[in-house]
């Protein structure tokens, strides 16, 4: 977490090659944090102002978007 001058949050995704193999599999996992951020967007900029950067744990074929919107979402209600 960084500190920011613009008044909304902003953020980004890394999926290494460790993660996904094949350059589609880690575009279609940026796609989906992506999403799950957007859909909750609203608390999302209530809580932050700053620089985010989420950081996946799991291997390609773990990942499932349904676990990526669950942690996020438990992410911006328990920021700590």
């Known amino acids: 977490y960084q ?4 008044p909304r949050s ?5 999926v290494s090659k460790k993660i996904a ?4 599999e ?7 944090v992506y999403e ?3 859909s909750r ?3 999302f900029d209530e809580k932050f102002r700053g ?7 799991k291997t390609g074929t773990q990942i499932v978007y349904k676990d990526i919107a669950r ?9 700590s």
Do not use: H, M, Q
Not at 10 to 14: E, G, P, S, W
Not at 21 to 24: E, G, H, R, S, T
Not at 71 to 79: C, S
């Open 10 to 14: 902003r953020f980004t995704v890394v």
């Open 51 to 57: 620089v985010i950067v989420f950081s996946l744990n």
């Open 26 to 32: 880690r575009n279609s996992i940026k796609r989906w």
């Open 41 to 43: 967007e609203r608390s």
């Open 36 to 38: 799950a951020v957007r």
């Open 3 to 6: 500190d920011n001058s613009i």
């Open 21 to 24: 193999k094949l350059a589609v």
């Open 71 to 79: 942690d996020i979402a438990f992410f911006l209600e328990n920021p």
